[in-house]
T-cell receptor, first 112, second 115 residues
Framework: DAKTTQPNSMESNEEEPVHLPCNHSTISGTDYIHWYRQLPSQGPEYVIH???SNVNNRMASLAIAEDRKSSTLILHRATLRDAAVYYC?????????????FGQGTELSVKP | EPEVTQTPSHQVTQMGQEVILRCVPI?????FYWYRQILGQKVEFLVSFYNNEISEKSEIFDDQFSVERPDGSNFTLKIRSTKLEDSAMYFC?????????????FGDGTRLSIL
């Protein structure tokens, strides 16, 4: 699985949008971009994934660069509950049932 | 919403003792996983299990570790003779797996403390 690079930490104010960046310059054509997060004292939790087009779901939006070498997870209005470590992970479409490879992720803190 | 459950939430064991960590994956899922996270470090893959056999394992998953799905619902991780460095959070996960983009669903983990 290709490597991703994320900032170690970011800060946000409550109710403001948050943009969490991820670089994946060696991404291959069959790699999907997945985001997970880990709230304090909990297991990781799936957030969103995409291939080329931007994606939205009830938790977040995912913006993918045209060359696919970077992506941004967008939380439209951060809440205190969004304070977590966010992981950007590449998954090969053909690796059915394959493991997740976690990096250090970005630790997001949200200030009231 | 169905969830992965793990027991116990915290296990304290003497070094050298055997320990079994238990997980109940989501009922219709096909792939099962164990990960661990040493305090302050990243989440690391240990093993994946599909069709009643190990499909992949990491270097961490040596002969001291084993996994089993003894019935249709439980998925266990056994550490035969625990070491101090086995102290960590252990997470079980499962996925439907029919599509490689199916998310993995994680339990809230078992904190294993080796004395």
């Amino acid at each position: 699985d290709a490597k991703t690079t994320q900032p170690n930490s970011m800060e946000s104010n409550e109710e403001e949008p948050v943009h969490l960046p991820c670089n994946h310059s060696t991404i291959s054509g069959t790699d999907y971009i997945h985001w997970y997060r880990q709230l304090p004292s909990q297991g990781p939790e799936y957030v969103i994934h995409g291939l080329t087009s931007n994606v939205n779901n009830r938790m977040a939006s995912l913006a993918i660069a045209e060359d696919r070498k970077s992506s941004t997870l967008i939380l439209h209005r951060a809440t205190l509950r969004d304070a977590a470590v966010y992981y950007c992970i590449l998954r090969d479409f053909y690796n059915q049932g394959g493991k997740l490879i976690f990096g250090q992720g970005t630790e997001l803190s949200v200030k009231p | 919403e169905p969830e992965v459950t793990q027991t116990p939430s915290h296990q304290v064991t003497q070094m050298g003792q055997e320990v079994i960590l238990r997980c109940v994956p989501i009922s219709n899922h096909l792939y099962f996983y164990w990960y661990r996270q040493i305090l302050g470090q990243k989440v690391e893959f240990l093993v994946s299990f599909y069709n009643n056999e190990i499909s992949e394992k990491s270097e961490i998953f040596d002969d001291q570790f084993s996994v089993e799905r003894p019935d249709g619902s439980n998925f266990t991780l056994k550490i035969r003779s625990t070491k101090l460095e086995d102290s960590a959070m252990y997470f079980c996960a499962s996925t439907l797996g029919t599509d490689s983009n199916q998310p993995q669903h994680f339990g809230d983990g078992t904190r294993l403390s080796i004395l």
